[in-house]
């Protein structure tokens, strides 16, 4: 049963919620006694004392860009505070992760954080509203946030749309992409095809072929505009009983390469024996370029 929807704030984002950096205080609720804790502000706590969110969107975390931020933070220090919330004699990150991922390979033995008073419900809320202002998730992590919103915590899409501060469309958009064959919705968590790939390919009809057109993606460096096509072609009834339609993926796949070598639009018009194929130009310049090109083949 999905909990009792409460007035968290957090359509005023999260400068609302975690207060100014400097200055911030922690909640004056009694908790365990915990290391190195502070009354107020922010307070140096042992790395080894800090463990993750169990619950954090975020799954995936470049090494390359982990160790750049090391480095940065061997220099110059962690200039903006982890967030995290006691729990029992140790801390559980709400925010910055990444932060506290980077300041343990560059040898910090204490981080500066702020110590916020939260429920698990604020926990795991704050944790994909913070990750989505700063555009950390990929589509996937952040539509497996939205969801669990909504199924966790009885959210409506409107409120989910109020606290992280997207439009109902643009939500209910990236719900859709967990509609996806798993082994495209890995490509799109590795960063091998786009959220707006993604998107196109709920058009294509049947899971082995968003699979196939994925792939393809990856092979031929397909565009969103390219899978689009692919779908309103595939969508598209024969145009007489026993012919496949005229324009299917695989036309617009020889399109696309040929284009490609070309280096101006290719048409390809198949009828039951014959066809053409159109070859675009845009000037004299152009024409004598592709005249003598194809007199190469």
Known sequence: MAAKKKNTGLGKGLEALFGEVNGDTISSQKKPAAKNVKKEGTTQIAIDDIKPNAGQPRKTFSEGSLAELA?????????????????????????????WRAS??????????????????????????ENMQREDLNPIEEAEGLDRMIKKYGMTQEQVSKSVGKSRPYISNSLRLLKLPKEVRQMMSEGIISGGHGKALLSIKGEKEKVRIAKL????????????????????????????????????????????HLGTKVNLKLGAKKGKIEIEYYSRDELERLIDLLRTL
Do not use: F, W
Not at 104 to 128: F, S
Not at 244 to 249: H, K, M, S
């Open 71 to 99: 480095e940065s933070i061997k220099e110059h220090g962690v200039i903006q505070p982890i967030i995290v919330r006691q729990s029992g004699s140790s801390y559980e990150i709400v925010a910055g992760e990444r932060r």
């Open 104 to 129: 343990r390979l560059a040898g910090l033995k204490k981080v500066p954080c702020l110590v916020r008073d939260l429920t698990d419900e604020e926990l795991m809320l704050l944790a994909i509203v």
């Open 217 to 260: 993606i990856e092979k031929n460096g397909l565009s969103v505009r390219d899978v689009e096509k692919m779908s309103a072609a595939s969508s598209k009834p024969p145009v007489k009983k026993g012919r496949p339609a005229e324009r299917n993926a695989d036309v617009l796949q020889v399109e696309a390469e040929l284009k490609e």
